[in-house]
């Protein structure tokens, strides 16, 4: 797909199986999206591809929560 992901992010999408979880720490409340090893990785990438083809093509940060109106970048 043209989009070079950190082994991390390979790892973390294929490793971990769990359903919704979700919870409240230190007041602030969030929730996580199910992952499924072998189907969320490719998932991943889909809003990825537009994210990046909306910044001129970069891909400096990784967004988190592309499903929601509110984008949290790791740098």
Known sequence: MG???H????????SYW?????GNYLGYDFELNPVIPGIEL?????PLQ???GAHD??????????EF????EST
């Open 3 to 5: 989009i070079q992901l």
């Open 7 to 14: 082994n991390s992010i390979k790892e973390y999408y294929n």
């Open 18 to 22: 769990f359903l919704d979880l979700g």
């Open 42 to 46: 490719h998932d991943f990438y889909v």
């Open 50 to 52: 537009g994210y990046q």
């Open 57 to 66: 093509n970069q891909l400096n940060n990784i967004p988190f929560g592309m």
């Open 69 to 72: 109106p509110f984008c949290w």
